[in-house]
């Protein structure tokens, strides 16, 4: 194994679920959970579906570039449309990785980019403020139970 190989697998610690929100459907307001089931299609109440964008995942420390984007002091996450906020795990380098997120385990397969509705929530600049920032989507691989303030611990 590599240096390299070494380097991309180690983690200095595990993050922790900071927030959880579900979209009941389409253009629905976000409802701001403190604990969820993640069951194959995703999380509980949400409108996400089975496979590679089941639930998605946004990094905490990525609100506040997002927010300096903008011209603000603070990004509120319901605008973000995703299901959890992860703090302290650097979520970019877990592309093709499992994770696991309280007693489920996901895998992380691709970015979640930003839609047009980002510009209407957030104003002028929003779609382009998010672009890099939006956080991964990720498919289920064991269905489990999320609450604030679980770890989040990647297996591989």
């Not at 993640?38 to 420390?61: H, Y």
């Not at 691709?110 to 929003?126: F, K, N, V, W």
Request: charged residues 20%.
């Amino acid at each position: 194994m590599s240096d390299l190989h070494d380097m991309m697998a180690r983690w200095a610690q595990p993050g922790v679920v900071d927030w959880i929100g579900v979209r009941p459907a389409r253009a629905a307001d976000i409802q701001v959970l403190d604990r969820a089931d993640i069951t194959e299609s995703g999380i509980d109440g949400d409108r996400g579906r089975k496979g590679k964008r089941a639930v998605t995942l946004i990094q905490a420390e990525h609100l506040p570039a997002i927010a300096s984007c903008l011209g603000r002091d603070r990004i509120d996450p319901t605008l973000l449309r995703r299901n959890i906020m992860v703090r302290g795990l650097n979520l970019n380098g877990l592309k093709g990785r499992t994770v696991q997120v309280g007693s489920a385990v996901l895998q992380v397969t691709t970015i979640c980019a930003p839609c047009s509705l980002m510009e209407r929530l957030m104003g002028h600049g929003g779609y382009a403020a998010m672009r890099g920032h939006g956080g991964w989507c990720a498919d289920v691989v064991t269905p489990g139970a999320v609450a604030l303030g679980d770890a989040v611990t990647p297996l591989d």
